[in-house]
């Protein structure tokens, strides 16, 4: 059989009903390319479905683009964004009329409805409310993760939305990236037989770390949600949904051991731009990051005129927390976390979270009883012991314009595509992460967090 004929009856090039490694090895080359197929449940829109965005930072632009790129699919009517530089933005690329712009959420909804959804992308600390409202209203609702701060509100969201029969579609986009699904698809098909075990890894990447995380909005889990739940729900969930088995009992340790005061070298400053005598060779320097750099910039509401930012920058860095000290923060998230899970069936899985690498993009390994698979978001290995070949799979898929380095492999897109399609249907079978299937991997770092903190294995009670 040549390549052309096999490609074609294994259907890989239309999304692969049936993969081995068996049949992949007759191939002359062992190395894969492949991308999603297109969802034969999805139709052509008679109109594009209408959203308002609540909070335009990073994530509410991401989703925007979608409509921008797509407008016959998506049309963002409306946004709520304290920061005026932002909602101007926004309101500019997605041509919203004054009366439909807002500083608030909660002047949204003293509106009456006028969207078909909401997409909520505020700070995580403001997603329980307008969420609830909204669903209140009849609105379905793309939620950006964490779904809310605690159990109970996680469970209050999922409560009224069974109620009041909406859609709420929570952004683990990793369900949606090429990679995953392919890894999920395989492990279905016993391409490496029983799962036994799991380990993954995520680097967040030294630099990440300390814009996000020590000097950037989520540097203190009090304000806002615990790193486990903010950085890694997405890892959680990955885990279990790729397993597709249960979760019955988890135990973490972790904690805050570099981002510390007393770690502070002499001659450190308040600020980076404060005459610190070792900027110059401190690897979490804001001025080299932000300023000589240009890394992250986007944080900063620079102007469109760029002959200004080199001053705007410096400016922002003497009167924000991104031109403090990584060592003098007010915060308290741990740099090295870890947490071990037993699943249904007796399989088990690692993860760890780690500040301290020079890279990203998360990694993984599964072994099963027939095979393994190794891979890191840019390929995957996988090995059958059955017949000692070795296929590698490489996915390619659209990241959004702009992020090509979101660390989501192209998941960002594929969920606002198949949330516009599940809401111009009203059909939430067309998700693989509505809160119903979300939920139970947000239980699992609420635990997580209770066993680090009280040192002790958490059963896991959906």
């Known amino acids: 059989m040549n390549r052309r004929n096999l490609l074609k009856s294994l259907g890989l090039s239309i999304g692969a009903a049936v993969i081995s490694t068996e049949a992949l090895a007759k191939l002359s080359d062992n190395t894969y390319a492949y991308s999603l197929p297109a969802n034969p449940l999805h139709k052509l829109l008679d109109k594009p479905v209408t959203a308002i965005t609540l909070g335009a930072g990073s994530r509410g632009t991401v989703y925007g683009n979608f409509a921008t790129k797509f407008p ?3 049309n963002v009517v409306g946004v709520a964004e304290p920061n005026k530089f932002r909602n101007d933005r926004y309101a500019t690329q997605h041509q919203i009329p004054d009366q439909h712009r807002f500083n608030t959420w909660e002047e949204v909804f003293k509106q009456p409805k006028f969207a078909d959804a909401i997409i909520i992308s505020t700070p995580d600390n403001l997603h329980y409310e307008p969420c609830m409202k909204a669903l209140a209203m009849g609105y379905d609702i793309l939620l950006e993760k964490p779904i809310a701060p605690t159990e109970k509100e996680c469970r209050d969201i999922l409560k009224l939305a069974k109620k009041n029969n909406r859609i709420v579609a929570v952004c683990h986009v990793l ?9 999920r698809e395989l492990i279905a098909q016993g391409a490496i037989g029983d799962v036994v075990s799991v380990q993954h890894f995520e680097p967040i990447e030294h630099l990440h770390m300390a814009h996000s995380y020590v000097r950037g909005n989520w540097h203190n889990s009090k304000e806002t949600t615990p790193i486990i739940l903010a950085k890694s729900c997405h890892d959680l ?5 790729v397993i597709n088995k249960p979760s019955k009992r988890i135990a973490a340790m972790g904690d805050l051991k570099w981002f510390r005061r007393e770690n502070a070298p002499e001659g450190s400053t308040a600020r980076c731009t404060d005459g610190c005598k070792v900027e110059r060779e401190c690897p979490y320097s804001a001025i080299r990051h932000y300023h000589d750099n240009r890394k992250r910039t986007f944080v900063l509401d620079l102007p469109a005129d760029k002959s200004t930012h080199s001053e705007v920058i410096m400016d922002r860095l003497k009167t924000t927390n991104y031109g403090r000290c990584v060592y003098r923060m007010e915060n308290d998230q741990p740099d090295h976390y870890v947490t071990t899970i037993q699943f249904a069936d007796n399989i088990t899985a690692s993860f760890s979270m780690e500040a301290f690498t020079s890279y990203h993009g998360r990694r993984t390994r599964i072994m099963g009883a027939m095979g393994d698979m190794v891979g890191d978001m840019e390929e995957l290995v996988v090995n059958d012991f059955r017949t ?3 296929l590698k799979l ?3 898929a659209e990241d959004v314009e702009g992020y090509k380095n979101s660390g989501h492999g192209g998941g960002d897109w594929f969920l606002v ?4 399609q599940a809401v111009s249907q009203q059909d939430p079978s067309l998700l693989t992460s509505t809160i119903d299937e979300s939920i139970e991997s947000h239980i699992m770092g609420f635990m997580a967090e209770e066993s680090r903190k009280r040192h002790k294995v958490m059963d896991i009670k959906l």
């Open 72 to 74: 016959d699919q998506l």
């Open 175 to 183: 369900r949606y990236a090429p990679y995953f699904v392919k890894m």
């Open 237 to 241: 969930d990955i885990i279990k949904w």
């Open 388 to 390: 000692g070949k070795e």
């Open 394 to 396: 490489k996915p390619k």
């Open 417 to 420: 595509h198949d949330f516009v």
